[in-house]
């Protein structure tokens, strides 16, 4: 369907390549974990935000007030993701990069400091908002950036590992996050955690940015100065005159892998405690189950995609994850059992990780070089916009509209079917060898 240009190469000497190689997959996987850890911690806190931030009558109202909150942040990811991704195309990923990371930090900042609604009134949601408008502006710009990095910095025939290495930090983030969220629970009791503990990870997440600023501030450059483009309307023109069948086609086959990222990894810590009613420190355990799934099932898909090709290692765990989303909901939704939980979500985020890796990391092989981050985050934005950040608001209303708690898995197949069907219309290049 679409060529791919050269693929900018690292050094040739073997020592030199593995150095500099090592050294690009701790800058982006280091700084999109502080992006992901921090933009992670705000879904699995939602229960508690909404009762600090939106005091409405009930409780299912304040959880809607925060997942509508949680979906404002995404609204600003489209912007992010054409401002930034041609940013990167223009000036470089390096400085596109190290961006994101400033924002996000101050994003997380706002979030981890902004008083209650009892102490400033409805300046207390009105800040809320403006962090996640912040935070959805970064990493609207933060995925396509990095993934593009990992594949140009990668070494011939093992694009495939180094660009899974994004979505296995995602797993990462999401693990160190429920993690913190587990042990914060044991330690506090509920009033405390209602009251400042669920502050303790936007925190943490804010001193540590500049660390991830640092480390990016010292990554070397993939693309040379005479490769780029000299204004973002330039980068812009070419990628939607030349690439919009291309950008539709990569936001379907990134639907249902969204959709099933936010209910999987993250909605089920909501979704035990709203639904459930399992306790918080149980819930936070399940979305670290995901986490560490997450983080060894992306790499291992990145290790067969280059071994087997990308079409199939995005394909066939795509509907195996179709196959067991109905019977794995079921048993999640009647038999309140914690390890059945662990289990069922274990299992569904394993197929999930290494189909949604393969096909993140797929995307930016199918754009040339000239618009290869800015067609990645435009296309990775809209899709994340229009069905991930709004999944669980809407899994959310199904069930407390329909009474049905497998609304949601019904609405995970529709979508999912939806994707493998544009996942198979995918023509990334060929995974052995060199681009160039």
């Known amino acids: 369907m ?30 999109n974990f502080l992006e992901f850890f921090d933009f992670t911690v705000y879904a699995l806190f939602a229960v508690m935000i909404g009762r600090v931030f939106f005091p409405v009558g009930s409780a299912s109202g304040q959880l809607l007030l925060s997942l509508a909150t949680f979906a404002v942040g995404f609204l600003m990811r489209p912007l992010g993701g054409i401002l930034i991704g041609a940013y990167a195309d223009r000036k470089g990923r390096k400085a596109a990069l190290t961006l994101t990371m400033l924002l996000m930090a101050v994003g997380t900042g706002i979030l981890g400091l902004t008083p209650s609604y009892e102490q400033i009134g409805l300046f207390a949601p009105a800040v809320v908002v403006l962090a996640r408008l912040l935070q959805g502006f970064s990493a609207g710009g933060e995925l396509g950036a990095a993934t593009t990095y990992l594949v140009e910095a990668a070494p011939d025939g093992r694009r495939g590992l180094f660009g899974s290495w994004q979505y296995a930090s ?78 539709f086609i990569g936001v379907l086959s990134i639907m249902g892998g969204t959709i099933s ?15 459930l009613k399992l306790p918080a420190s149980t819930a936070m355990l399940a979305g670290a189950t995901s986490g560490f799934v997450v983080f060894c099932a992306a790499l291992l898909g990145g290790w067969l995609s280059d071994r087997y090709g990308r079409r199939m290692v995005m394909v066939l765990p795509r509907i195996i994850f179709v196959l067991l989303t109905i019977p794995g909901f079921y048993v999640i939704t009647t038999s309140h059992d914690a390890g059945l939980l662990f289990l069922m979500i274990a299992i569904l985020a394993f197929f999930q990780a290494i189909s949604g890796a393969v096909g993140i ?76």
């Open 170 to 247: 995602q797993g990462l983030a999401t693990l160190v996050a429920c993690l913190m969220g587990f042990g914060l629970a044991e330690l506090l009791s509920a009033e405390a955690m209602n009251a400042w503990g669920w502050r303790v990870p936007f925190l943490f997440g804010m001193l540590i940015g500049p660390l991830g600023f640092y480390i990016r501030r010292h990554m070397h450059e993939t693309v040379n100065e005479t490769e780029r483009h000299e204004s973002s309307g330039a980068v812009l023109k070419e990628l939607f005159q030349r690439h919009g069948g291309l950008i």
């Open 261 to 275: 990222n936010y209910i999987v990894g993250k909605y089920m810590t909501t979704y035990a405690m709203h639904t």
């Open 361 to 436: 990391l797929a995307l930016p092989e199918c754009f040339p070089r000239a618009v290869r981050s800015s067609g990645l985050s435009i296309t990775y934005a809209l899709g994340v916009t229009i069905f991930g950040g709004t999944a669980q608001l809407i899994v959310t209303w199904l069930n407390d509209v329909t009474g049905d708690p497998m609304a949601l898995a019904w609405y995970l197949v529709a979508t999912n079917v939806i994707t493998i069907i544009a996942l198979y219309r995918l023509r990334p290049p060929s995974a052995q060898g060199s681009l160039e």
């Open 2 to 31: 679409v060529d791919s240009a050269a693929l900018p190469a690292v050094p040739a000497d073997g020592a030199t390549e593995k150095k500099v190689s090592r050294r690009a997959l701790v800058a982006a996987v280091a700084g």
